[in-house]
């Protein structure tokens, strides 16, 4: 008989206190597991089976529980509890329990190390002793599963995790990862985890110490091998069956990936030692390609992601927006390589529910954190993913087609830099991103790919793909970033720039599609510009003067939330296309209409220059940028020269 048919039940820091732990309220304990515990009970020794094994002898109803000294039915029984002595004090005392842990002291947390070393060793002894029995070691490990629940009640205090330590738990809680009853590993995964998770550390608003205490705890179980431990457990957890074990090892693969989580929040330097120590990229890399449904006996479509599928692509997502050095080990191994393969199953198909809809965006956003570095971009080049997206823009029935636009705006973006490294090389850093980013924009150009961005830009299609379109409003901003990145990308007088100008120009044969683009343009600038103006218009909320830099960023971040950005898009574009005196003179047309001018293009212009050079944002700084544009290039009017150089 395997112990874990025996062994199911669990009990929670939710049995024990209030707390938002996930797990479920368990058996309430017997007579002997509370004698044992230390509580004094009266009538605690005479238990429903007696002692030593020998059936108790039944209580007679007169000799405990006389009401009032009236035995009839009307003044006794209907109107008692129906509990005899015994059980009352068992009731009063998980009332005062709740009491005395609601007052968890140091005291009450070297018993509870007492009871889990005590629990241990009995448990260890009788799997010696009873190998082939487990049905005579079941009890001492229902004991030491219980001595480890209570260990939970330390995420509602942190402050005693200190004595855990100070007591030499710690060593105690790594072995028990090795233990054979899954349950008893899922025991300790689930404590680290319910510690380190954000409501332990920042209950009424973040706490500093608390914060640091948490991360000197999950520093010390690093220095007992914690972590790489528990990256072995997880590449023996089976999770394809569908039996009682499957479930569990599943809920120990979410639980893992929960503890990782949770040290991303808690403290981005301990990421990647962490990760480091588990081999967690290599783990994430193969579990992201394979679902549990396409294991012989899983139920599910073979292809959809499953839950723990999905979520560890969410980790890989939140591990690369978090550390620039996992963006450059992703990109530089296998990983950047098979998230790419992960997305190019989406080719010709749309995910089947949420749960896939997810895990498409999470790899989605890992390859956008992969090629906003330099390294990434090169290694995206050499894959091939500019082709990759050509072949999914091509797909208008599938949201892929709309998602690709954020991996051709991030590559084609300026490189996010070592935050570690001098100013020189990442300036050479810098100059080389850019050099890939105007690569892959020849690239896109040259294969076509203006057809498909422009398609996508003015909504082209029927049915389910204009439906994809009003899912998916952000795609605008993606297109116009894009296509501010080709103008920017592109040298003037190339074959490149000429063709996107193209698009904005009339023909022999066609004397109407220019308008229309222009249209487009203009028309996603007012958008843009009136959403800005709202927030513009807005009060302060503050007495702070203008002048206060705190102020003006606070005011700038706002404006950006409005969609400054698109707008300064926008902006881009209209800029390079205004070079054409044909094409500015009817800007200049659709813009009046609205109360607006190319002026203002150029002001707005001038902040996003100002940005990106790293200078002012007062209005004194702004006024010499509109100089300089306006004197850069022939034309008053004419912003785009300046913008080559940016």
């Given at each position: 008989?395997?112990?874990?048919?025996?062994?199911?039940?669990?009990?929670?820091?939710?049995?024990?206190?209030?707390?938002?732990?996930?797990?479920?309220?368990?058996?309430?304990?017997?007579?002997?597991?509370?004698?044992?515990?230390?509580?004094?009970?009266?009538?605690?020794?005479?238990?429903?089976?007696?002692?030593d094994g020998e059936p108790a002898k039944r209580v007679k109803r007169s000799e405990t529980d006389s009401i009032d000294g009236d035995d009839d039915d009307e003044g006794g029984r209907f109107f008692s509890d129906g509990l005899t002595t015994n059980e009352k004090d068992v009731m009063t005392w998980v009332d005062n329990m709740e009491i005395m842990d609601d007052a968890l002291d140091q005291a009450a947390v070297q018993r509870m190390v007492v009871r889990l070393e005590r629990a241990v060793s009995k448990n260890t002894e009788d799997r010696i002793k009873h190998a082939n029995s487990p049905q005579l070691f079941a009890e001492s490990e229902a004991d030491l599963d219980e001595a480890l629940q209570r260990l939970l009640l330390l995420a509602n205090d942190v402050q005693y995790l200190k004595v855990l330590e100070d007591l030499g738990a710690l060593?105690?809680?790594?072995?028990?990862?090795?233990?054979?009853?899954?349950?008893?590993?899922?025991?300790?995964?689930?404590?680290?985890?319910?510690?380190?998770?954000?409501?332990?550390?920042?209950?009424?608003?973040?706490?500093?110490?608390?914060?640091?205490?948490?991360?000197?705890?999950?520093?010390?179980?690093?220095?007992?091998?914690?972590?790489?431990?528990?990256?072995?457990?997880?590449?023996?957890?089976?999770?394809?069956?569908?039996?009682?074990?499957?479930?569990?090892?599943?809920?120990?693969?979410?639980?893992?990936?929960?503890?990782?989580?949770?040290?991303?929040?808690?403290?981005?330097?301990?990421?990647?030692?962490?990760?480091?120590?588990?081999?967690?990229?290599?783990?994430?890399?193969?579990?992201?390609?394979?679902?549990?449904?396409?294991?012989?006996?899983?139920?599910?479509?073979?292809?959809?992601?499953?839950?723990?599928?999905?979520?560890?692509?969410?980790?890989?997502?939140?591990?690369?927006?978090?550390?620039?050095?996992?963006?450059?080990?992703?990109?530089?191994?296998?990983?950047?390589?098979?998230?790419?393969?992960?997305?190019?199953?989406?080719?010709?198909?749309?995910?089947?529910?949420?749960?896939?809809?997810?895990?498409?965006?999470?790899?989605?956003?890992?390859?956008?954190?992969?090629?906003?570095?330099?390294?990434?971009?090169?290694?995206?080049?050499?894959?091939?993913?500019?082709?990759?997206?050509?072949?999914?823009?091509?797909?208008?029935?599938?949201?892929?087609?709309?998602?690709?636009?954020?991996?051709?705006?991030?590559?084609?973006?300026?490189?996010?830099?070592?935050?570690?490294?001098?100013?020189?090389?990442?300036?050479?850093?810098?100059?080389?991103?850019?050099?890939?980013?105007?690569?892959?924009?020849?690239?896109?150009?040259?294969?076509?790919?203006?057809?498909?961005?422009?398609?996508?830009?003015?909504?082209?299609?029927?049915?389910?793909?204009?439906?994809?379109?009003?899912?998916?409003?952000?795609?605008?901003?993606?297109?116009?970033?894009?296509?501010?990145?080709?103008?920017?990308?592109?040298?003037?007088?190339?074959?490149?720039?000429?063709?996107?100008?193209?698009?904005?120009?009339?023909?022999?044969?066609?004397?109407?599609?220019?308008?229309?683009?222009?249209?487009?343009?203009?028309?996603?600038?007012?958008?843009?510009?009136?959403?800005?103006?709202?927030?513009?218009?807005?009060?302060?909320?503050?007495?702070?003067?203008?002048?206060?830099?705190?102020?003006?960023?606070?005011?700038?971040?706002?404006?950006?939330?409005?969609?400054?950005?698109?707008?300064?898009?926008?902006?881009?574009?209209?800029?390079?296309?205004?070079?054409?005196?044909?094409?500015?003179?009817?800007?200049?047309?659709?813009?009046?209409?609205?109360?607006?001018?190319?002026?203002?293009?150029?002001?707005?212009?001038?902040?996003?220059?100002?940005?990106?050079?790293?200078?002012?944002?007062?209005?004194?700084?702004?006024?010499?940028?509109?100089?300089?544009?306006?004197?850069?290039?022939?034309?008053?009017?004419?912003?785009?020269?300046?913008?080559?150089?940016?």
């Open positions: 008989m395997d112990i874990n048919d025996i062994f199911k039940e669990s009990v929670s820091s939710k049995t024990l206190m209030p707390s938002k732990s996930k797990r479920k309220l368990g058996a309430t304990p017997g007579l002997r597991t509370l004698k044992e515990g230390g509580y004094g009970i009266a009538g605690a020794s005479s238990s429903a089976d007696g002692v060593p105690t809680l790594v072995g028990l990862m090795a233990h054979e009853n899954a349950d008893i590993t899922l025991d300790v995964i689930q404590f680290v985890v319910e510690v380190t998770a954000e409501d332990a550390w920042s209950h009424e608003g973040e706490s500093t110490e608390e914060r640091e205490l948490v991360s000197a705890f999950v520093r010390a179980l690093a220095t007992q091998e914690f972590f790489e431990v528990l990256g072995q457990n997880l590449r023996r957890l089976k999770e394809g069956s569908d039996s009682f074990e499957g479930e569990a090892d599943r809920m120990g693969v979410f639980q893992s990936l929960s503890l990782v989580e949770n040290i991303v929040s808690l403290d981005s330097t301990l990421v990647s030692p962490v990760v480091s120590a588990m081999d967690l990229l290599e783990w994430l890399r193969a579990r992201i390609t394979q679902s549990v449904y396409s294991q012989a006996g899983a139920k599910g479509p073979a292809t959809q992601a499953d839950p723990n599928q999905q979520y560890a692509a969410e980790l890989v997502s939140i591990l690369l927006h978090s550390n620039w050095q996992l963006r450059i080990e992703a990109s530089s191994g296998q990983l950047g390589l098979t998230l790419l393969e992960c997305l190019a199953r989406y080719k010709k198909r749309t995910p089947e529910d949420e749960v896939e809809m997810e895990y498409l965006e999470n790899i989605i956003d890992s390859v956008c954190m992969m090629v906003s570095t330099r390294v990434g971009k090169s290694a995206f080049m050499e894959a091939e993913g500019v082709e990759l997206l050509l072949v999914l823009q091509q797909q208008q029935q599938h949201v892929a087609r709309l998602l690709s636009l954020k991996i051709l705006d991030y590559a084609m973006s300026p490189a996010h830099l070592d935050p570690a490294s001098s100013n020189d090389d990442n300036g050479d850093d810098a100059a080389q991103s850019k050099a890939l980013a105007a690569s892959m924009a020849k690239r896109y150009i040259d294969n076509r790919g203006l057809k498909h961005l422009f398609s996508i830009l003015m909504h082209q299609g029927k049915g389910s793909v204009r439906r994809l379109y009003k899912k998916y409003p952000e795609t605008d901003e993606r297109a116009v970033s894009c296509l501010a990145s080709l103008f920017r990308l592109t040298t003037r007088d190339s074959p490149e720039r000429w063709r996107l100008l193209a698009k904005f120009a009339s023909t022999p044969t066609d004397d109407s599609s220019w308008r229309l683009y222009i249209d487009r343009i203009v028309e996603l600038n007012i958008e843009y510009f009136e959403r800005v103006q709202e927030v513009e218009a807005q009060p302060d909320s503050d007495s702070e003067s203008e002048a206060d830099s705190d102020h003006e960023m606070e005011r700038y971040t706002q404006r950006l939330d409005a969609g400054l950005f698109s707008l300064q898009m926008t902006d881009v574009v209209v800029a390079f296309v205004a070079e054409d005196p044909k094409a500015r003179e009817y800007i200049e047309l659709r813009l009046k209409r609205k109360g607006r001018a190319l002026a203002m293009v150029a002001e707005e212009l001038a902040e996003y220059v100002a940005v990106r050079e790293e200078t002012d944002l007062q209005a004194a700084s702004r006024r010499q940028i509109i100089q300089r544009i306006k004197e850069s290039h022939e034309g008053p009017l004419t912003v785009a020269h300046m913008l080559d150089h940016i």
